[in-house]
């Protein structure tokens, strides 16, 4: 009788240890996921209250407009630049598309003169033109 008692009592404290834990294991995930979202908040308070984030020729200072820009701030690896330094250009400059079926324009046109203000067009392509000025083509 003793060896079924005992039997019994511990299946009886493993069933209840288990009952506990998952009963705590939701709360706990939860109140993990409050603290974490308390101190984000936190620390947006502090990039934005951050004197040395504040942009002088803007008059601007720094905005935190998600609580995972923290997160995100930490994910640079690489910063590219040419030779002296300086962070490159990204120039799109508009030499091809397409209409329909057919598309128009060189990968490397030669550069031409366009008119006074006319920045970063470089297309070129006869066969546009002609389509262009054909009232009966599909692509008119």
């Known amino acids: 009788m003793a060896y079924n008692d005992g039997v019994q009592l511990w299946t009886l404290i493993l069933v209840s ?4 834990f998952l009963a705590l294991m939701n709360f706990v995930a939860i109140s993990l996921m409050v603290t974490l979202e308390m101190i ?3 620390q947006a308070y502090f990039i934005q209250e951050d004197w040395m984030m504040y942009d002088e020729e803007k ?3 720094a905005s935190v407009q998600s609580s995972n ?3 995100e701030l930490g994910m640079i690896h690489y910063i590219f630049s040419d ?3 300086t962070l490159t250009q990204n120039i799109m400059e508009f030499k091809m598309f397409s209409v329909g079926c057919l598309s128009y324009g060189k990968k490397n046109p030669e550069p031409q003169e366009y008119a006074p203000g ?3 067009v470089n297309f070129d392509d006869p066969e546009f033109y002609a389509h262009y000025s054909n009232p009966k083509h599909t692509n008119y």
């Open 17 to 20: 240890f288990g009952t506990w």
């Open 40 to 42: 984000k908040f936190f």
């Open 59 to 61: 008059d601007l200072p």
């Open 69 to 71: 820009l923290n997160e």
């Open 83 to 85: 030779k002296t330094g």
């Open 118 to 120: 006319v920045t970063n």
